[in-house]
Each structure stands twice: as structure tokens, then as C-alpha cells.
């Protein structure tokens, strides 16, 4: 299969069952009306996994992970997450979603709905939680994110950093396969980019499969199974971090490495 | 620039010195200020004389409001309306069964308060109260049921502030959730709804409300056989629930619009179906925003329906002209005087809705007032 290509190298066992895929790209292709944005992406990814994906801005890196939860829909090939295909089936993309969690640049915390509120919406009309359950599971994931004291408050009042370790207890509240991570500490002042990576890091320890849009390097050195290089809407390289790091494989790879590591 | 200054003043509520500085501050403004000064004695002295010292509080007749010897200068002859206001409110509703119009305006008042006090308990259950229990309960109560013991009074014999009140309510009630479709469809995807909802919003949009109401009442009779050819009023109230749902989609997608895009996003990567997301997400919070902008058509709205005067329906104003023909009460002043009452009515609901308006804006502008 023409997937092969962009796999992983030996060293790394690849996925061989089909249940230990956690997505399947295949020759995937996107156009933005005359822009083609994704150009043949051929991404396997186990589950358990961590793949960090970087590359300069515009090179779709956003639009790819978009895709996986429809976002954004795909006009070539096949996106098959946790062994459903997405197409047109309003219903498969309603499954999909369910397992895909997503944490966005800029939160997207809903304003009118207290921190709690904003955890239990999903679990409730969308799993069809007791009220209680829904809380009773919200906090507990509060208190993984060290925030339970700002339940009832307002996500106005939090800083940057609470209000993403938020976002990422609202995901986790739908008990996620996936988590989707879009440049999820671009938007944060520096001294809170921390807490978020803490919070991250903590996840990828647990054993959740994970693809981070991200330029965070040492974040990425320290937890990532792959990484990903994407410029010009193509997947360019993809590495162990070690090699990718220390011994890049392409030009671009190189070039860009260069650019944001000084 | 004297307006800048004179908006400060208004603003800051200011002392005497301040009346000084913003008030003299230059030749323009000392010319404007004596301007306005001149203009506020011209009209405001004759008007309170007329309206109040002059006026004639109680009386049987014409005759008490003409000049006689206790009664040397004419003023506004409110005996006449309030000899009349039972006419004004209820039109020919019959005596004994005003009670259900009185309790139509409780139910009214009451949705209102509900629907207007933003921190009100139990606001999810107003909306269904205010959109579903109360028409309901209202259609009932007026138009009667005879199975309940309610006799039915037909709408020709409504008028006055009722009617006044049935059309702006009708209109306001009917506009929001039409209008919240109707907006929602015009940014859908699917093209047949987009199509409809525009055509729909740029026609209406695009007529006088008077041209509306004559096509319901006089050329819709043309086409349907008069069997089938609903109430006269019922027409009037389809029409404007029509015009105002076209104006109400505009105000609804401008609050829509304001509502970033990364919101339904969320709402929809959380596993949300379209509803879903629009209805605990997306319409909250753009829905909060355009109260201001709602107030404000449904003050447009208010007045609009005096409009319906023209196809022969009893309204506010429909009764007063009537009425101030009846050689009764025959005086110089007796049309002046219920000009000016009705004046007072539109003037107070219209005032009254701005101010909340203004104060929604201002809890709105200071962050959510959370």
C-alpha cells in the first residue's frame, strides 16, 4: 500500500492489527477552494501513540487534524478513525466526534456557562449522563487539571492557562480515545505555558493517543512516539523525536529546525 | 465641540460648575445653550397650562369642558377621557366579560416581567411559558369557549388598547422564534432553506407595512371564497407577525454573526449536534447580545400598529377617533385631548422599553455583569 511510505521505520513496531489503529490516513486530499491545503496524506497511527506534528504556518497542519473530527471534510482518500470511515453519514461523524476529544489555539470555552456547566453539556445531551454522574465525573476531572476550586465560576474570570487546562477537562469529560491537541499553548502568555504541558504530559503518561499541532520542542522531545513535519500541505518527514531532532532527514525538516531552535 | 461636552455632562450628572463649563463654554455654546433655553420656555409653559392648570379633571359633558364663568380659559378636557377609557381599553368587548381582558393583560405583564429580568429563576420555563402556555391561555380567554363556560366574543368587537396590545404582543411573540428560524436559515447550508429565507426576509423587508396589511385584508378576500376567508383581525395579526419575523431575522443573524466561529466549532468537536449547539451554545449567547437591538424593533413594532387603523381595525387609535366625533362631547378641544392621551400611552411603553433596553446594554458593556 502506498500508506507505507510515510510509516514509521522499523525500529518503531508498526501498527500490524487493525485494532491497534487508533486513525488510519490514506491519501488524503483537501482543497480551500482553488488552494490545495492537504496534498496526499498517508498517516497511520497507533493507539497508545503520541505524534507531535510541526511545520511553518499554512503548511496545514491545523487542517489535518481538523479533518479527523470533520471540521473540515476531505475531498480525496479515506480517514478512518477507531475503525470508522468518515464520509457523508451524519451518524458515523456524530460516533467519531463522541471519541475525539479536541483542545483549540483559543479554548473556546463556552462564556455563558459556569467552568462545571461547560464540562457537563456533553456528557449529558450527547452520552445522556444523570446530572450527577455529569458532575460527579467533571470534577473529578477538575481535580486532574488542579482546578476544582473554579467550578462555579465563569471562564471569563480564569486566566489563559486555567481556562485551556479546562478545555482539556471538557474533552477528557466524554472519556475521549483520541485527543486532538491544536497549537494548544500558542495563545498563552509564556508563564502559563507550563501548566498546560504539565497537564499533557500527565495525559500521555496515562496512555491516551494523542496528536499534538505544537512548536513546543522539549515538550515534544519528552513525549513524543513520532513526529510529524508538514510543509506545503504534505507530510515531509516522519521520525522518532531523537532522529528527527539530531539527525533530520530532509532539507525542509532542517531548514525549519533551524529557524525555531536558534 | 458642544455635543461631546453636553454628553460628558449627562454622563458624569454634573454639579453646577461643571452646567458652567459645559454649558458657556464657548460662543457656539453659549448661542446653543440660549437657544434651547428660548425653544424649552416657548413650548414647555403653554403645554403644562394646557395640559394641566386649564385642564378639566371631571365632568358629565361637553359642557363641562367649554368656557363658563368658573372656567374662564380652555384646557385639555381629560373628563372626556376618562369618561371614555373604559371604550379606549376594552372597544366593545361585552361589560361582563371585560375581566378576561383584565386577566389577558396579567398574564401579559406577567410573561413580560419573566422574559425581561435576566436573572429571573427558572428562565427555561418563562421561554415555554411566554411562547406556548400564554398565546394558549390568551386565545382562550378572549376569543371564549363556550364548553368552559366562556362565551365567545368575536373579534369585531375588540378594539381599544386590547387590540393595540393583541398586535404588538402577537407580533413580538410570533416574530422571535419565526425570525430565529428565518435567520438560522438564511446562514444554512442547505440551499433550498437559504433561498427561501432570503427571498422571504428581501421581500418583506422590502415593502411598507401598510402595503402588508392591505394585501391581507383586501386582496386576500379576492382569492379566497368568504367561507374559507379567516377573521379580519386574525389577517392584520398574520401580516405583522409576517413583517416584524423579516425585521426580527435581520437583528437575530447580526447578534449570530457576532458569535465567533471557534464557539459551534467547540460545541460540535464535544459531540453537540447541530440543535444542540445552536440551542445551548450558539443562540444564548447571541441571543443576550441583541437584546438592545430586539427592544428596539419591538419598539418600532409598537407603534407600527397603529397601522392597522387603516383596514378598519378598533385599535388604541381607531377608538379615540371615534370617539372624538361624539357630539357628547363636541368641544374645541376634545380630539386635541385624545391625541394627547394616546401620545401619553406610546409615549410610556416606548420609554419604558428603551430604558430597559439602555440598561441591558450598560450590564451587557460591563462584561456580562457576572
Redesign the interface.
Known amino acids: 500500500m502506498a500508506t507505507e511510505r510515510n510509516l514509521a521505520p522499523a525500529d518503531l513496531k508498526p501498527a500490524q492489527l487493525k485494532t491497534d489503529v487508533a486513525i488510519d490516513m490514506i491519501g488524503v486530499h483537501k482543497w480551500f477552494g482553488e488552494f490545495h491545503v492537504l496534498r496526499d496524506i498517508n498517516l497511520r497511527v497507533a493507539k497508545g501513540e503520541r505524534i507531535v506534528i510541526c511545520g511553518p504556518s499554512g503548511s496545514g497542519k491545523s487542517t489535518m487534524i481538523r479533518c479527523i ?1 470533520r ?1 473540515e471534510e476531505h475531498q480525496q482518500g479515506r480517514i478512518v478513525v477507531d475503525g470508522v470511515e468518515l464520509s457523508g453519514d451524519v451518524k458515523k461523524i ?1 460516533e467519531v ?2 471519541d ?3 483542545v ?1 489555539q ?1 479554548f ?5 456557562l459556569t467552568v462545571l456547566e461547560n464540562l457537563t ?2 456528557p449529558i ?2 452520552r445522556k449522563q444523570p446530572k450527577k454522574q455529569a458532575e460527579e465525573a467533571a470534577m473529578h476531572y477538575l481535580q486532574r487539571v488542579k482546578i476544582p476550586e473554579q467550578a462555579g465560576k ?1 471562564p ?2 480564569l486566566s489563559g492557562g486555567q481556562q485551556q487546562r479546562v478545555a482539556i477537562a ?2 477528557l469529560c ?1 472519556n475521549p480515545k483520541i485527543m486532538l491537541f491544536d497549537e494548544p499553548t500558542s495563545a498563552l502568555d509564556p508563564e502559563m505555558v507550563k501548566e498546560v504541558l504539565d497537564t499533557m504530559i500527565q495525559l500521555a503518561e496515562d496512555g491516551m493517543t494523542m496528536l499534538v499541532v505544537s512548536h513546543e520542542m522539549g515538550f515534544a522531545r519528552q513525549i513524543a512516539s513520532r513526529m510529524v513535519f508538514m510543509d506545503e500541505g504534505q507530510i515531509v518527514e516522519v521520525n522518532t523525536p531523537k532522529v528527527f531532532f539530531d539527525n533530520p532527514q530532509h532539507e525542509r525538516t532542517k531548514l525549519f529546525l533551524s529557524q525555531i531552535l536558534h | 465641540m458642544p455635543a461631546k461636552a453636553s454628553a460628558r455632562t449627562l454622563a458624569a450628572g454634573s454639579s453646577s460648575n461643571d452646567a458652567q463649563a459645559n454649558l458657556f463654554s464657548s460662543t457656539l455654546n453659549v448661542v446653543l445653550t440660549i437657544l434651547c433655553a428660548l425653544l424649552f420656555a416657548f413650548i414647555v409653559p403653554p403645554l403644562v397650562k394646557f395640559l394641566f392648570i386649564d385642564a378639566v379633571w371631571d365632568g358629565a359633558s361637553r359642557a363641562d369642558c367649554l368656557v363658563h364663568a368658573g372656567h374662564p380659559e380652555m384646557g385639555a378636557c381629560w373628563a372626556f377621557v376618562i369618561d371614555r377609557i373604559n371604550f379606549f381599553t376594552y372597544g366593545f368587548y361585552p361589560i361582563d366579560g371585560r375581566w378576561r381582558v383584565d386577566v389577558f393583560f396579567a398574564l401579559l405583564a406577567f410573561g413580560v416581567g419573566w422574559m425581561a429580568w435576566l436573572q429571573a429563576p427558572r428562565r427555561d420555563l418563562g421561554v415555554i411559558y411566554f411562547f406556548v402556555l400564554m398565546p394558549v391561555a390568551s386565545i382562550v380567554l378572549l376569543l371564549g369557549w363556550p364548553a368552559i363556560g366562556l362565551t365567545r366574543v368575536p373579534t369585531t368587537q375588540w378594539g381599544g388598547i386590547l387590540v393595540t396590545i393583541v398586535v404588538a404582543a402577537v407580533g413580538i411573540v410570533a416574530s422571535l422564534p419565526i425570525g430565529i428560524m428565518l435567520a438560522l436559515g438564511r446562514r444554512s447550508r442547505l440551499p433550498a432553506v437559504r433561498l427561501f429565507s432570503v427571498i422571504f426576509i428581501e421581500v418583506v423587508r422590502g415593502v411598507p407595512l401598510i402595503t402588508v396589511l392591505f394585501m391581507a385584508s383586501v386582496m386576500l378576500p379576492l382569492f379566497v371564497p368568504e367561507s374559507l376567508s379567516p377573521d379580519k383581525l386574525l389577517r392584520a395579526l398574520i401580516g405583522v407577525a409576517l413583517f416584524s419575523s423579516a425585521y426580527m431575522a435581520e437583528v437575530v443573524r447580526a447578534g449570530l454573526q457576532a458569535i465567533p466561529k471557534g464557539q459551534f466549532e467547540a460545541a460540535m468537536a464535544v459531540g453537540l449536534r447541530y440543535r444542540q449547539a445552536m440551542r445551548f451554545v450558539v443562540l444564548p449567547q447571541a441571543l443576550t447580545i441583541t437584546i438592545p437591538n430586539i427592544v428596539n424593533t419591538t419598539i418600532g413594532l409598537f407603534k407600527d400598529t397603529t397601522l392597522v387603523f387603516v383596514v378598519g381595525i378598533f385599535d388604541l387609535l381607531k377608538t379615540i377617533e371615534s370617539a372624538r366625533v361624539d357630539p357628547n362631547w363636541a368641544t374645541p378641544v376634545t380630539s386635541t385631548t385624545g391625541y394627547a392621551f394616546a401620545a401619553m400611552f406610546y409615549l410610556v411603553f416606548c420609554y419604558g422599553m428603551s430604558r430597559y433596553a439602555r440598561m441591558v446594554e450598560k450590564r451587557l458593556a460591563t462584561g456580562n455583569g457576572r
Open positions: 473530527n471540521l456524530d466526534r463522541r475525539v476529544g479536541m483549540f483559543h473556546n470555552l463556552f462564556p455563558h453539556l456533553a445531551w450527547v465563569y471569563g474570570q471538557r474533552a466524554m
